[in-house]
């Protein structure tokens, strides 16, 4: 097997393995300070590379503390992870991640935004497809092109408070491919759009997907979004969090936004949804924004 200049096994790259990972946070107890509340437990997935793996489950199950763990941003206490290969042991420049919010620098231009994961931190210059060996021309040259890839151009020098919440998420989204990572975790992205603008996200996203190739690993509330997207379909829950059931979603690509209203795709729906009924009892307005 050859291995990559970041020392990853070229047959591993982008492939995500999780084992037994379970973790606790200190919380408030009745009158006698703090006691370990344990979120996860005993969760193991294995994401093939280059797949699509959505992620659903209620509020607080522990979506958001399972991604901090797969980018290295949190140390489980059991288990472990690897990607490519590789166990993490801390945030890496092939992992990149996307927030709920966009967290947009305001002081900064949509261009500049873009560019800062190569001048701070990990995803910096020294490490990662860069490795200081590119030019800030070549750079910046990236940087528009998917700025354009995301549905940008001629914005680049425009503020984030001068773009609409959709438009922020996609500079976002173009500053977290910037490095290149091998690996998208995305937590939520589309969460605080209006139903359109999700929509059309979600197509974008699975267009910048079919043409990148990367691994993606993107945790919703919401079961429509996620069979819509997904290769395969994780339902977690309970308390701690747990994988209850992962679905294949075998609809063929591309898939066209009317998809949505046909009645195979409520098919594929519906025992994702009765997973998540039996977990947290009737869901009101799921897939709706309600
Ligand atoms: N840093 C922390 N310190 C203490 N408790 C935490 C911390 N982060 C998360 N928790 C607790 O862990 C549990 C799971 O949180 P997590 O954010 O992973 O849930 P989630 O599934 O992402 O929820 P949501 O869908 O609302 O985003 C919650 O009970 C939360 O209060
Ligand atoms: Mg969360």
Redesign the pocket.
């Known amino acids: 097997m050859s291995v990559a200049a970041n020392g990853t096994a070229e047959g591993e790259k982008g492939r995500i393995v999780a084992r037994g990972l379970s973790h606790a946070?200190?919380?408030p107890a009745r009158g006698r300070g703090e006691e370990r509340?344990p979120?996860l437990e005993d969760v193991g997935l294995e994401v093939r590379a280059g797949e699509f793996f959505c992620i659903v489950?209620?509020?607080?199950?522990?979506?958001?503390?399972?991604l901090?763990i797969l980018a290295g941003l949190l140390r489980p206490e059991a288990g472990e992870v690897s990607v490519g290969g590789r166990t993490v042991e801390g945030p890496r420049p092939e992992v990149g991640f996307l927030f709920?919010q966009p967290v947009l620098l305001e002081w900064r231009t949509v261009l500049e935004n873009v560019l800062l994961p190569l001048e701070v931190g990990h995803g910096g210059a020294r490490r990662g497809p860069w490795r200081g060996r590119k030019s800030s021309e070549a750079k910046r040259a990236r940087a528009l092109e998917l700025l354009a890839g995301v549905g940008l151009e001629g914005y680049e020098h425009h503020r984030p408070d001068q773009l609409s919440g959709g438009m922020q998420q996609r500079v976002a989204l173009a500053r977290t491919l910037l490095p290149d990572p091998e690996v998208l975790l995305m937590?939520?992205p589309f969460g605080a759009l209006d139903a359109i603008t999700r929509g059309a996200m979600q197509t974008l996203l699975l267009g910048l997907w079919e043409r990148l190739g990367r691994t993606v690993v993107f945790?919703t509330?919401d079961i429509a979004e996620a069979v819509f997207l997904a290769d395969r379909v994780a339902v977690?829950g309970g308390?701690p969090?747990r994988i209850e059931a992962v679905f294949p979603v075998d609809i063929p690509r591309p898939r066209p936004a009317s998809l949505r209203y046909e009645g195979h795709f409520a098919a594929r729906c519906r025992p994702v949804y009765d997973i998540m009924e039996n977990l947290h009892g009737p869901l009101r307005g799921e897939g709706t924004g309600e």
């Not at 489950?57 to 399972?66: A, F």
């Open positions: 946070f200190d919380a509340a979120v489950g209620g509020s607080g199950c522990g979506k958001t503390t399972l901090r709920q937590d939520e945790v509330h977690m308390r969090g």
